[in-house]
């Protein structure tokens, strides 16, 4: 049994998966887990993922300033109407 975990252990650690955003084969460590994905994990790299998040937050910068102006101006209201 001892053998087999082994065996799997090695198996997993030289095997690369290919990270479907930059084509770069990489240890499955490097792919962030998902559940709710094949085999568990994320079908790109993390760093790939780092990069969409990141592209993501600026993407929605200006939608988020104006959401977050809109709150305290509602929230200004709330506040002088409290008094
Ligand atoms: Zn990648």
Not at 61 to 67: A, C, D, F, G, L
Request: glycine share 2%; charged share 45%; with cysteine.
């Amino acid at each position: 049994m001892e053998n087999q975990n082994v065996w799997i252990e090695r198996k997993t650690r030289d095997y690369r998966e290919k990270c479907s955003k930059c084509g770069t084969p990489k240890i499955l460590e490097a792919f962030n887990r998902d559940k709710s994905k094949f085999a568990g994990r994320r079908s790109e790299c993390s760093e790939c993922s780092q990069k969409y998040a990141k592209k993501h937050y600026e993407d929605n910068r200006e939608q988020r300033k104006e959401y977050q102006r809109l709150y305290y101006e509602v929230n200004e209201k709330v506040k002088m109407a409290e008094w």
